[in-house]
């Protein structure tokens, strides 16, 4: 199991020193698919960079916890993280191009990968490769292990990164926006292939994504990102049926009905606050239809709704009487 607690990450800007993720709390269990969703400048990316330890130089951890089984991993020094990271944590990115070495054979580098995490070496690292080059859909592997990843399509790229991720069989792999510079229909296939592989290898999938169409697809569980903080979790399906929060809600009701595929979640008014913003009541309430006066200046923390499903609204805090139309689901 990964267990997040309280994660807080703070970036040196131009504008000064600015908290990027807000005490972010999540539990990923084995064997699970967990989508962490929202707008983009939210803290999606910088999340999973501060999980597999590859903050850029001017962000850093100032508060929290990451467990991965036992060990602990902000605390491990920065050897034992290069063997967590690629061996027990792997980890594929939006752009395939930029994170496969263009001067290297893609063969090699899948084997480079199982030779530094795992016991095989020489030829049975590169049986392994091509083996796993077959599982990702990649025709004729024993010819393309030798290919330079120019002579790759997109698609095949991120294959030969999803190879190299999972030839080392880890624990937990995160994905951030895996399918997001692909066309859409090798992003189903993509996704349909994680989907069949995170199941196959019991790994707990971290699914980072803006398109609530993928979460739908592929998670039993959801967190909603807003301006560094988690703002709801909730099992997929009642996050679909019922959001609580009004940034959910809005963001469900902008969906169009039907063919959900492809829909970024930029479709409601207003934007992100920008990170430096202070604040001292709600993130969301400067776009918030359902915001109370006192939500500018009343911090609103995570309650449970449920034993599952939790909500950081000050409309669901307990003992408050809520206006019932206001939360009421969209129609
Ligand atoms: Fe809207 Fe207030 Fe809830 Fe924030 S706390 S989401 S402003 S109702
Ligand atoms: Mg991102």
Same mark, same amino acid.
């Given at each position: 199991?990964?267990?997040?607690?309280?994660?807080?990450?703070?970036?040196?800007?131009?504008?000064?020193?600015?908290?990027?993720?807000?005490?972010?709390?999540?539990?990923?269990?084995?064997?699970?698919?967990?989508?962490?969703?929202?707008?983009?400048?939210?803290?999606?990316?910088?999340?999973?960079?501060?999980?597999?330890?590859?903050?850029?130089?001017?962000?850093?951890?100032?508060?929290?916890?990451?467990?991965?089984?036992?060990?602990?991993? $902000? &605390? @491990?020094?920065?050897?034992?993280? +290069?063997?967590? !990271?690629? /061996?027990? *944590?792997?980890?594929?990115?939006?752009?395939?191009?930029?994170?496969?070495?263009?001067?290297?054979?893609?063969?090699?580098?899948?084997?480079?990968?199982?030779?530094?995490?795992?016991?095989?070496?020489?030829?049975?690292?590169?049986?392994?490769?091509?083996?796993?080059?077959?599982?990702?859909?990649?025709?004729?592997?024993?010819?393309?292990?030798?290919?330079?990843?120019?002579?790759?399509?997109?698609?095949?790229?991120?294959?030969?990164?999803?190879?190299?991720?999972?030839?080392?069989?880890?624990?937990?792999?995160?994905?951030?926006?895996?399918?997001?510079?692909?066309?859409?229909?090798?992003?189903?296939?993509? $996704? &349909? @292939?994680?989907?069949?592989?995170? +199941?196959?290898? !019991?790994? /707990?999938? *971290?699914?980072?994504?803006?398109?609530?169409?993928?979460?739908?697809?592929?998670?039993?569980?959801?967190?909603?990102?807003?301006?560094?903080?988690?703002?709801?979790?909730?099992?997929?399906?009642?996050?679909?049926?019922?959001?609580?929060?009004?940034?959910?809600?809005?963001?469900?009701?902008?969906?169009?009905?039907?063919?959900?595929?492809?829909?970024?979640?930029?479709?409601?008014?207003?934007?992100?606050?920008?990170?430096?913003?202070?604040?001292?009541?709600?993130?969301?309430?400067?776009?918030?239809?359902?915001?109370?006066?006192?939500?500018?200046?009343?911090?609103?923390?995570?309650?449970?709704?449920?034993?599952?499903?939790?909500?950081?609204?000050?409309?669901?805090?307990?003992?408050?009487?809520?206006?019932?139309?206001?939360?009421?689901?969209?129609?």
């Amino acid at each position: 199991m990964m267990k997040i607690q309280d994660l807080e990450v703070v970036l040196d800007a131009d504008a000064g020193l600015v908290k990027a993720i807000d005490g972010l709390k999540l539990s990923i269990e084995r064997g699970e698919t967990f989508a962490l969703v929202g707008e983009s400048g939210c803290g999606k990316s910088m999340t999973a960079l501060a999980l597999m330890r590859l903050l850029p130089e001017n962000g850093r951890v100032t508060g929290g916890q990451v467990r991965i089984g036992d060990v602990d991993v $902000l &605390d @491990l020094p920065e050897a034992g993280m +290069r063997a967590v !990271r690629g /061996g027990r *944590l792997g980890m594929i990115f939006q752009e395939p191009a930029t994170s496969l070495n263009p001067v290297m054979k893609v063969g090699d580098q899948i084997v480079e990968a199982i030779e530094t995490h795992t016991a095989l070496r020489g030829a049975a690292a590169r049986a392994k490769a091509i083996d796993w080059m077959r599982r990702v859909g990649i025709p004729e592997p024993e010819r393309r292990i030798d290919d330079y990843p120019f002579r790759m399509s997109g698609g095949q790229k991120q294959r030969v990164m999803i190879a190299m991720a999972l030839a080392t069989e880890p624990d937990f792999l995160i994905a951030d926006e895996p399918t997001t510079a692909l066309d859409v229909t090798i992003q189903a296939q993509i $996704l &349909d @292939l994680l989907k069949d592989l995170q +199941r196959e290898q !019991r790994m /707990g999938l *971290l699914l980072i994504t803006h398109d609530l169409a993928v979460v739908s697809g592929m998670a039993q569980r959801v967190a909603l990102m807003y301006a560094g903080q988690i703002v709801e979790v909730a099992p997929a399906a009642e996050f679909f049926a019922r959001p609580l929060h009004p940034y959910a809600q809005a963001l469900l009701r902008a969906l169009p009905a039907g063919d959900r595929r492809g829909v970024a979640l930029e479709a409601i008014p207003g934007t992100v606050p920008p990170m430096w913003l202070q604040f001292e009541g709600c993130r969301f309430a400067p776009r918030c239809a359902a915001a109370m006066p006192h939500c500018a200046s009343t911090l609103p923390e995570m309650v449970d709704a449920s034993p599952t499903h939790q909500v950081r609204c000050l409309l669901h805090k307990p003992g408050v009487p809520a206006a019932p139309e206001r939360i009421a689901p969209p129609a």
